[in-house]
């Protein structure tokens, strides 16, 4: 089974940076596509980035030229780093992965982790 745990949320003021992790295991990671999606309180869940098995890299355009989505495949490691981050960037943070690259920006990706939160203020 696919496994993904990710890490480094917390709290930060705005401005400030934090760098998430999404471990994985289960699979070949090489050969996926990752994504990361958010859901805020109230809110429904939002796509935010996405890489493929390339490395080719996607954004969504409330996060482009703040947030750089990255993968180690060594470590079989996914990160998003966020910079000048924003109240409304306050979220509980989730990885994704699939064979497709649609399905890790369309959020119908098979796998998912268990989230982590990044509060802004």
């Known amino acids: 089974d696919v496994q993904l745990v990710e890490s480094g949320g917390g709290s930060v003021q705005a401005g400030g940076s934090l760098r998430l992790s999404c471990a994985a295991s289960g699979y070949t990671y090489s050969s996926y596509c990752m994504g990361w999606f958010r859901q805020a309180p109230g809110k429904e869940r939002e796509w935010v980035a996405a890489t493929d098995s390339s490395g080719g890299t996607s954004y969504a355009d409330s996060v482009k030229g703040r947030f750089t989505i990255s993968k180690d495949n060594a470590k079989n490691t996914l990160y998003l780093k966020m910079n000048s981050l924003k109240p409304e960037d306050t979220a509980i943070y989730y990885c994704?992965?699939?064979?497709?690259?649609?399905?890790?920006?369309?959020?119908?990706?098979?796998?998912w982790g268990q989230g982590t939160q990044v509060t802004v203020s």
């Open positions: 994704a992965s699939d064979h497709w690259f649609k399905n890790v920006v369309d959020g119908t990706a098979r796998s």
